[in-house]
């Protein structure tokens, strides 16, 4: 029976999984814990689609308007036409999958969000994200019972085999046995976005360890864009972590300010007066980095909540207010709260095609792991429609080719990475990746990871170090400044660089080129 | 402040349980057992409290904020999340850490926690028709999908055990979500299953009541459920 294999089993993978089944065919659903477990719960603010139910005339092409503008057009068209042609009716179908979006009669309402001057974003208080997956979790389930869906919910990529420009196998470490598996067949990469490249300075979860991606450009996959990594612009530091305020606070009234002379200066508001608090994120963070340097300022960012509603509070940010409470000891409906930016997703990853195809043969991959459709910079709300999307889109290529799975027991020695190169990595990469960059911290970081790949390390580090140098190579070559990455040596933008950055480790090196965003180049 | 973190571990190929501990220091008034866990295995090298150098510590995590269930285990005696365990909080500085007992206990504070899986592919919890959500259903539909399969209100119950005939109060909110979300002649299926996989199992003791991170008024799914239940069964009766 035909059979396709999925390595994660977030919103991407479930969405795969789901289309599969449908088509009747079978998929390995392989993931490092269960889909309760995924970033993907961890999403609050919402998902975009032009359902036009609030009155405001809003369309489809608008939604593809914004996109493309807030990914300062590194998108192709066509791809970008795709996502948010098919959005209403992906958000229709999770609506009666059972997500329990806010809505009346059976109207979905939606609610602002950055980038965005229309009403688009479809929510469920600030937890979007756990409502979907718990809908299309239950839906997996009745694939699950039907055989149709096989789970691996405790296996960790151990590598993979390319031969030829053909995948040839992955194999998986069952982390609870200890025990190695090789299954053959196309598979669907969904494993989420590289959080533990920055550990304990995202907003994700720590299970996206970002070893997936390192294994996968070791073995000679091509990555597009790294060097866009979007910093969430509302960010507080809990134990380990950075822990995100939703975009949907300031959609729903939240306002930024910072004491100038004393006097509370609300600089979005008076900096950009069509779209406020509201502008795409790459835009606030970089007004904050800049307000907070400024002699007539001091102290922190706060976000001021303390003028929403009670009706607000109690129908749509309930759990926002007693998340702050319980992780801060503040009540943001009583007292401001102050914020900084934090790295939030990852606009590049694993270059793929319009149908989701990788430059392997064999190879597909969807959600965050994957660089598609955001640009530049990804609008809030648009990446769960790209998850669900993507998902859809891969397994409805990977189903196109033939793809028998054979799996097997098998004897494998893996690399594991030490905590002090990880956090060597993580401290460079900061350096040179900030929210300001410029060539000179960028050579810095470069030269200290390739002196640390002379060091004796781990097989594992040293591929882990090579995508870290890949993306730092990739902000290096972009001598301009466009969404997320902003060069403060190059502070333009460049028409030359309308191209996505593609990144290939080939023969021991890695190659970097720029290939135009609507290429018609074949991957 | 200076904690000492003691913690019930075991071999992944051996049987047997030891305990350990190790020494955290932290500054931070509200780091939790999970960060503790997290800065210990981030040493370079991790020693126990007597100085001998010790294997890292296996333990499932993944949000840190109390929203995706993997880091559940037993601290202090209570099953809980370790990411909402403020160490501050607990009024003492020797804190024990062990995994959930109902489940099988794969190496150290990680226990398999499978069952709570198969459990609801046996209910066959699924939608059997296009979900309609009403205005009054809404917030019940939202409660009730908030449940993370922690497994904490398993490990408090007095009637749960792991391969058991009885799944617990983890079956009940995705049974709730789905009877919330469709009509009764397509719910009957479930229903079935709820009579026989929880209410019939059920002593309403409500231990589990207060135990669940996220808060879900399981008394309110029990008695939604049941109600819905009862009407079914007197529907039927009548026909
Ligand atoms: C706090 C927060 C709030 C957000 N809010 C929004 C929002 O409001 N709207 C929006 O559109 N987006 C939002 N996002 C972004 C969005 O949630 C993610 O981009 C999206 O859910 C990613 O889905 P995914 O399927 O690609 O990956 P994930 O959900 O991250 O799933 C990755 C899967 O891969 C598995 N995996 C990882 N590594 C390995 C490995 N080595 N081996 C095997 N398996 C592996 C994991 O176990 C997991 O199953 C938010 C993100 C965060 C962190
Ligand atoms: S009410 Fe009592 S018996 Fe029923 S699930 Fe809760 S703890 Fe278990
Ligand atoms: S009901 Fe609460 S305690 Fe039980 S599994 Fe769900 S979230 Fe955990
Ligand atoms: S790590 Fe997610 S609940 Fe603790």
Known sequence: MKTVNIIGAGLSGLSAAITLARSGVRCNLISAQPSERSQSVLAEGGINAALDTMGENDTVQEHFNDTMKGGCFLESESAVRNLTDHAPDIVTVLFQLGVPFRSENGRILLRNFGGQKKKRTAFAKSSTGKMIMTALIDEVRKYEAAGLVCRYPHHELADITIAGGRLQQIIV???????????????????????GFFEGMTTGTTQNTGNAAALLFHAGVEF?????IQYHPTTVGISNKRMLISEAARGEGGRLYIMRNDQKWYFMEEKYPELKNLMPRDVVSREMFFVSRMPECSGEVYLDMTGLSGEVWEHKLSDLRKEIIAYMHTDPAEEPVPVSPGIHFF???????????????????AGECACKYHGANRLGGNSMLGAVYGGKAAAAAAMEQPSECEIRETAFRESISSPRIRSILRETLLGGLGIVRNAEELQTAIDELTGLCSQEISELDRMRINLGLAALQSAYARKESRGSHYRSDYPDKADAFRKLTVVKYENGAIQLRFVAADSEETI | MKYTIKILRKEREQTGQYWQSFIYETDNSAATAASALSDLNDREHLSDADGKPARRIEWECSCLQKKCG?????????????????????????????????????CDLIADRSILFENLRTMQLWLAENAVITDKMQELAYQSSECLQCGCCLEICPNFYAGGKFFGMAAVPVTTRLMSEMSPAAYRQIARQYAKHVFAGCGKSLACRNICPKKIDTENLLVNTNAKLWKLAVSCKMK
């Not at chain 1, 597009?224 to 866009?228: K, P, Q």
């Not at chain 2, 209570?78 to 109902?102: F, H, N, S, Y």
Request: charged letters at 20%.
């Open chain 2, 70 to 106: 993997a880091c559940a285990m037993i601290i202090d005696g209570i099953p809980r999340l370790a990411c909402d365990a403020v160490l501050a909080d607990m009024g003492k500085t020797q804190i024990t850490l062990e995994p959930l007992r109902k489940f099988p206990v794969v």
């Open chain 1, 224 to 228: 597009a864009n790294l060097e866009f």
């Open chain 1, 347 to 365: 606009m590049g990853g694993i270059r793929v095609s319009d149908r989701h195809e990788t430059n392997i043969n064999g190879l597909f991959a």
């Open chain 1, 173 to 195: 470490r069952d982390t609870f046995r200890n025990e190695f598996l090789s299954f053959t067949g196309s598979t669907i990469v969904c494993t989420g976005g590289m959080n």
